[in-house]
């Protein structure tokens, strides 16, 4: 067995660990009691510092050495080149310090559920401060061997070859312009009439109209589930995703389209090369790219005209009801009405990246170090009131505590979300030069559309630069401008 295939199946061993890990996070936030809490934290640690320990193992510099000398295909070196990162995005971090942000992680976390419901700043600041400064001192550790600002080394994990430079450029450009859009869409939808939902509406059938959507979009249910967790999310591993969403009674808009955004995650994993299953190369290509399927399932596609036609029916049929409020028309403008709000996850898309560059400009400076915890609650109704209009003024719950992103130190991660608005608006674009879009989804025929998607996007998994992936897909590099114009054409008619 020569090098390269050692460390192909050193990296299925570690693929391995990383699925339990998944699935025992998936039930973590979905399935398990509060009191499994502690044990399950130290036992999520220890399967982190053993994963970080075969990560980081001396005899794999020896053979990475070796396998570079060796006699590869060109596939193989695409591949070995995935598995060097992986290796030294591992590598750099001490053993100790993968298991305390585990343990810190879990632990926020865990708090989070409960101090977010009780506004419960004071509470949530004291475990979030030791999460920060495990970011930090990984943001140096990693910045002294990529060379790459301290903020730049944690978004390098998120979105390789993106860097803070490049995403103060694209969304001071978005500032410029989105302030302004906001009010016109505001003023123009004044005099749209939408007709109040009739609630309630029950869960369980709200689950089961959750699910006709799921396989409207194609996903495999031989390989993945629907559940319930408080914070919506797509995870799991490729062969056993796990999507999880949240109810309201009051509206099933919000759960609803949360399960298409999910299921657009999850088509992007289900839809991975298969040849490269449990290494690096076989992963989706950033998380950037990640959001695109998501946005383009929920932003591009579902809150269409087209596809509000197409999913009328199945909401009449699901609460058994004609109310004039189920109509297309009424859901299309329940589903495209633009009101600055407190929640990112419930925001419609004009407003939604106001809330990204929010959360993108605390975190770029709390780990710079430019700013402490404690002047989160400030910065964030400072700037809410700045780009959306809306104070947060003593409102923890739907302010600075309403995402689990930093709960488990996840910094760098925020700026994927307008970045996939944007992938997501450029695919589209391409994909209506070559297909009659809106006729395809009024005959509730998707799949040449998502057969685009996995010959350009998924089948490609990391083989491929982001930047080179995109520009391979739509012939051009990323252009923030399609997103300028989707949303302009959507809401003003321009």
Known sequence: MN?????????????????LNAICGWDQAAMMPDGGAQARSEAMAELAVISHELSTAPYLENWFAEAEQEDLTTEQRVSLAALKRHWMMHNVLPADLVEQQSL?????????????????????????????????QEAVIRSQVTGLSRYDALLDIYEPGMTSAVLDD???????????????????????????????????????????????????????????????????????????????????????????????HARYEQGLPQQWRDLPVGEARSMGIHESQSLFCEMQLARSP?????????IQKSFNSDDASL??????????????????????????????ILRYEIERDLIEGNIEVD??????????????GISTQGNFTDGCMQDIHWTDGSFGYFPSYTLGAMYAAQFMATIN?????????AQ???????????????????????????????????????????????????
């Open 3 to 19: 090098n390269y295939n050692k460390l192909e199946r050193h990296a299925k061993k570690l693929s391995r660990l990383s699925h």
């Open 104 to 136: 810190t992680g879990s632990q926020c976390e865990h708090a989070w559920r409960s101090q977010r419901k009780e506004n419960d700043w004071e509470g949530f600041k004291a475990n979030l401060k030791p999460v920060v400064e495990l970011a930090r």
């Open 170 to 264: 694209i969304f001071t450009e978005v500032k410029s312009w989105l302030p302004q859009l906001i009010q016109q869409v505001e003023a123009k939808q004044i005099t749209e009439e939408i007709l109040p939902l009739s609630a309630p509406f029950a869960i369980e059938k709200q689950q089961a109209l959750s699910l006709e959507a799921m396989a409207l979009l194609g996903f495999d249910f031989d390989h993945g589930r629907l559940d319930i967790s408080t914070h919506p999310f797509c995870g799991g591993v490729p062969t056993d995703v796990r999507i999880t969403t949240r109810y309201d009674e009051d509206d099933f808009t919000s759960a609803l389209m949360g399960v298409i955004h999910e299921t657009g």
């Open 306 to 314: 087209a596809f509000s036609r197409l999913l009328a029916p199945m």
């Open 327 to 356: 109509s297309a028309e009424n859901l299309r403008l329940i589903n495209t009405r633009v009101k600055p709000g407190f929640i990112r996850v419930d925001a419609d898309e004009v407003t939604y990246p106001a809330h990204v």
């Open 375 to 388: 002047d989160i609650p400030t910065i964030w109704d400072q700037k809410m009131t700045q780009y959306l």
């Open 433 to 441: 030069k070559q297909l009659n879009v809106e006729q395809l989804v």
């Open 444 to 494: 509730g025929d998707l799949t040449p559309i998502f057969e685009w998607l996995h010959n350009n996007i998924w089948s490609k998994g990391s083989t491929l630069s982001t930047d080179k992936l995109v520009e391979q897909a739509t012939g051009e590099m990323l252009n923030p401008e399609h997103f300028k114009k989707h949303l302009m054409k959507r809401y003003l008619n321009k």
